[in-house]
């Protein structure tokens, strides 16, 4: 669920089960990761938020992190929680606004050290889990509520704003574009019906073998 505390009657999650999940378990550079996810929430339009008195969101640059927790066992082993929400206003919608959530928990890591091409880079081995959340707010539904005749009419016009389904189809569309980017970054296998690019954020990732997800 999103941070700011929408009721959830104005919430509509576009994922199945409400969340998507992307682990790697191997070698690879958390901080390069992030890097490159910044910059691939910020040339799609994702904000960071903090709330207004009167209840309204103002963007927050690209301090995305709400939360972090951090915890170092025996031999500096070290275990992370880390939370990160945006928003933004849906495209083109004076209706809607987006939502997106992304959970990183990183496990069992210690710092490491590789060589490839003949260069050595500073890594992390461990294992991370990104949890992926994203929702669409119908942000017309306060003014519904406080109208003395548009009340009785919400129903109707919830039911029939061709705008929700559109944009949760985009929603939808773009969260699985960035689900296939983390893939992609971890080089983790994935089943695409086409000819993919390279990536523009090379990944900083080194699995013993090209493994499925999750393994």
């Not at 970054?185 to 019906?193: D, N, Q, S």
Request: charged share 30%; aromatic share 14%.
């Amino acid at each position: 669920m999103p941070v700011v505390k929408v009721p959830k009657d104005r919430l509509v999650s576009v994922l199945p089960n409400g969340s998507a999940k992307i682990k790697f378990k191997d070698i690879f550079n958390l901080k390069a990761f992030y890097n490159a996810l910044h910059l691939w929430l910020d040339e799609y339009g994702w904000h960071a938020h903090s709330i207004k008195r009167d209840g309204s969101l103002r963007p927050d640059g690209d301090h995305y992190e709400i939360y972090y927790r951090e915890k170092i066992g025996e031999g500096g082993v070290k275990e992370m929680d880390i939370l990160w929400r945006m928003y933004r206003s849906a495209p083109n919608s004076k209706w809607l606004r987006q939502h997106l959530d992304l959970k990183f928990k990183v496990l069992g890591t210690t710092s490491t050290e590789v060589i490839r091409d003949g260069q050595k880079f500073k890594a992390n081995k461990g294992e991370v889990e990104i949890t992926v959340g994203a929702w669409i707010e119908k942000t017309y539904v306060p003014a519904f509520e406080k109208h003395p005749i548009l009340k009785h009419f919400l129903q109707i016009f919830d039911s029939r704003i061709y705008e929700i389904q559109e944009k949760e189809k985009e929603l939808y569309q773009e969260t699985y574009v960035l689900l296939n980017f983390i893939k992609q970054w971890f080089k983790l296998k994935r089943y695409l019906p086409y000819e993919e690019t390279k990536s523009f954020y090379p990944g900083e990732a080194w699995p013993s073998h090209h493994r499925e997800e999750g393994h």
